[in-house]
């Protein structure tokens, strides 16, 4: 089944610990991308790539960073997290065709006391 | 600059009413435009989608054209139904280049029906 997969899908931290929110998917895309939704303010994304080692910002960057070592995996890393990261993060991904649908995973609430 | 700019909610609706919520846009180039639609506890899914002028995207029941002179990408339902309960996105993918990576989205209608 072609899906993209996120891990955790529930996260409850405190400031300044790091983490890693995972992000698989198995269709071969070239594009992969982050999003964070908040009430009000819709999805807003935070860094895409466009295929493996090739990363750009979006338009919420900041305390964020990625890296895209292999075509299938997009992290999502939170050195040091704070209060107003709390959000709901999603990943998607699509092909390199223009007009690609985005195929968006479940997506990973995350909380930081 | 891109942006999408879509119509507010919440919009309650009665069952078998008529949907339309707004979208308008702003892009560079010839962008490509889509309605995605969130349920509750769920990721999105791509409702339709549109690639170029007069193009009209349809699935479920709903609709939307691409109209280029007025920047426009509503989307249309002529009869709502219960399960019809959602968030809705309108969103954009700028024409080519480096910006084929990005998708913009409108901040998100709520339509709450009810039977």
């Known amino acids: 089944e072609a899906q993209v997969t996120q891990n955790p899908r529930y996260l409850i931290t405190v400031t300044g610990k790091k983490l890693t929110v995972t992000c698989s998917q198995n269709m071969n895309h070239e594009y992969m991308s982050w999003y964070r939704q908040d009430p009000g303010l819709g999805l807003r994304q935070i860094y895409y790539s466009m295929n493996v080692e090739v990363t750009d910002k979006g338009d919420v960057p900041e305390g964020y960073k990625v890296s895209r070592k292999e075509k299938r995996n997009f992290p999502l890393i939170l050195e040091s997290p704070s209060p107003n990261q709390t959000s709901l993060y999603f990943c998607?991904?699509?092909?390199?065709?223009?007009?690609?649908?985005?195929?968006f995973g479940p997506g990973t609430r995350l909380t930081v006391t | 600059g891109n942006s999408v700019t879509q119509m507010e909610g919440p919009v309650t609706l009665s069952e078998e009413a008529f949907l339309t919520i707004n979208c308008t846009y702003t892009?560079?180039?010839?962008?490509?435009l889509f309605w995605y639609v969130q349920y509750p506890g769920e990721g999105l899914q791509l409702l339709l989608k549109?690639?170029?002028?007069?193009d009209k995207g349809s699935n479920k029941g709903f609709e939307a054209t691409y109209r280029k002179e007025t920047t426009s990408f509503h989307l249309e339902k002529g009869s709502v139904q219960v399960s019809d309960s959602a968030v809705y996105f309108c969103?954009?993918?700028?024409?080519?280049?480096?910006?084929?990576?990005?998708?913009?989205f409108g901040r998100g209608t709520q339509l709450t029906v009810w039977p």
């Open positions: 549109a690639t170029k002028a007069d």
């Open positions: 969103a954009l993918t700028p024409g080519g280049g480096s910006t084929l990576g990005r998708l913009y």
């Open positions: 998607a991904s699509r092909g390199q065709r223009e007009g690609y649908e985005q195929y």
């Open positions: 892009a560079t180039g010839y962008p490509s």
